[in-house]
């Protein structure tokens, strides 16, 4: 038989009884050199495999050579389907472009290295599928998408917990645990009781545990108590430890490990204005340990977390000018040292305790600069630094309320609207969105700085 034949042109080859396409040399019994594309695959026609003569390609195929899987004018000629080997110091490609119409990956399994899609907060997909998985390098940290924001791997979709926690709170006689389900709107319920009377407590937690710590109790000398419950049952709270000093007005924040104090006033033994940051480990029980500083000794402040970052809002430090500030201070809170400044409040005040967070965002509602009382809600983006931006106004002008939150919805329970008369109103928002407060229902009593607490707060997730 001729090695050449006349009419297919010199691109069809015969040797040796191999057919070459394209090939003078070719090494297989059909040896394409080239695509291979069927304009026409009804029936038994298309392209066959020596073992399959229906027009498709084997499930399983060994790569040798670099793969291009792309779409093309005539549809899926490139694609590849069932399970892909990919040979040592192979590549596969998908191009970016219009997605198919049809067809996904719907496993991949990568012995050696796999890159996942990485980028900053900002460079986020818009409208993701749930479940998306990425690198954020802003946070330093791997993150998915739980249908309802981006939330960092170690967290949860936060589907099945959902339950804020008020406790204590000035006048300073009140040993008072609330909650409600914060996906819902209504009045709050009893929990159960404190130890011992607390004012001006601070409240973090993580999705099992929620703490208590400070408060004066009663007298302004202030304490060191920590005291904890379980949020997903009902029950009066237990001993934990002590801070590491003695103190009211603080304000607490946490990741889902680790819970942390900063600030605060003591009159024992003199008048005393604090900066220190305690924290301990929210799993374990003990006396808390020494984080560091504020950047300036203050109480009646906020504060709230991302999965790494803990953040410090407003409050009142008489030794400086103006006392009343604006400052905001952040730590991360899987280190320690001193806070540093991440930017200013739309205004400057005190008792914003106000504070609440989805993994992306924080909030901060009301406050005082005698005599006005703030009905003010300002927001940051947690990851970043800059001054805060205006959200919008609370139902009514309240100074030291006390929030708990969701990856949803912020909640802003009691406070102070016309001193020294307390309120019993919850006001909610809508995290990720920008506008006015609306009413949720009542707490069970009226009360101001209360330690607040959720099992679904944007620190959960990280260390």
Avoid at 180 to 186: A, F, L, P, R, V
Avoid at 211 to 229: K, Q, T, V
Avoid at 357 to 384: E, L, Q
Wanted: net charge negative.
């Amino acid at each position: 038989m001729p090695s050449i034949r006349i009419g297919f042109s010199t691109d069809f080859n015969l040797l040796n009884e191999q057919v070459g396409i394209g090939t003078t040399l070719p090494t297989a019994r059909l040896d394409v050199a080239g695509q291979i594309r069927a304009d026409n695959t009804t029936g038994s026609g298309g392209v066959s495999t020596i073992t399959r003569y229906d027009g498709f390609s084997n499930s399983s195929q060994t790569l040798g050579n670099t793969v291009s899987i792309a779409e093309t004018s005539k549809g899926n000629l490139n694609s590849i389907s069932g399970e892909i080997i990919i040979a040592d110091g192979k590549t596969i490609t998908v191009t970016d472009g219009v997605s198919l119409a049809a067809g996904r990956l719907d496993s991949l399994t990568v012995l050696k290295t796999f890159d996942l899609p990485s980028g900053g907060t900002s460079g986020r997909i818009a409208t993701p599928e749930k479940g998306s998985t990425r690198y954020n390098e802003d946070l330093g940290q791997l993150e998915f998408y739980t249908g309802y924001e981006w939330r960092t791997v170690g967290s949860y979709d936060g589907s099945g917990r959902g339950r804020g926690v008020w406790a204590g709170g000035e006048p300073t006689t009140s040993t008072t645990i609330d909650y409600i389900n914060i996906s819902s709107t209504g009045n709050a319920l009893n929990f159960g009781v404190l130890t011992s009377v607390r004012g001006g407590p601070g409240g973090c937690a993580s999705n099992i545990r929620g703490l208590i710590g400070a408060g004066y109790a009663p007298s302004l000398a202030g304490s060191n108590i920590i005291e904890y419950i379980t949020i997903a049952s009902e029950g009066n709270s237990i001993d934990f430890g002590d801070l590491t000093v003695i103190r009211g007005d603080t304000s607490s924040c946490s990741s889902s490990t680790r819970g942390v104090w900063g600030g605060g006033y003591s009159n024992s033994p003199t008048t005393t204005f604090i900066n220190v940051i305690d924290y301990v480990q929210i799993s374990t029980i003990g006396n808390a340990l020494d984080f560091g500083d504020l950047s300036v000794g203050r109480y009646y402040l906020g504060a709230t977390s991302s999965p790494t970052r803990g953040v410090f809002v407003g409050g009142s430090s008489p030794t400086t000018t103006p006392s009343n500030q604006s400052l905001i201070d952040f730590i991360t809170i899987a280190s320690t040292g001193n806070a540093v400044n991440f930017g200013n409040l739309t205004e400057r005040r005190s008792g914003s305790s106000g504070a609440v967070s989805n993994s992306v965002r924080g909030i901060f509602a009301g406050g005082v600069n005698s005599p006005v009382i703030f009905n003010t809600i300002d927001y940051i983006t947690t990851a970043s630094t800059g001054n805060a931006q205006d959200f919008g106004d609370l139902t009514s002008g309240k100074s030291s309320v006390s929030g708990v939150s969701n990856s949803v919805r912020g909640v802003f329970g009691g406070g102070v609207n016309v001193f020294p008369t307390r309120t019993n109103f919850i006001d909610y928002v809508t995290i990720m969105s920008t506008g006015n407060a609306q009413d949720f229902g009542d707490l069970t009593n009226n009360r101001s700085f209360m330690a607040a607490m959720s099992d679904s707060h944007g620190g959960l997730g990280g260390f």
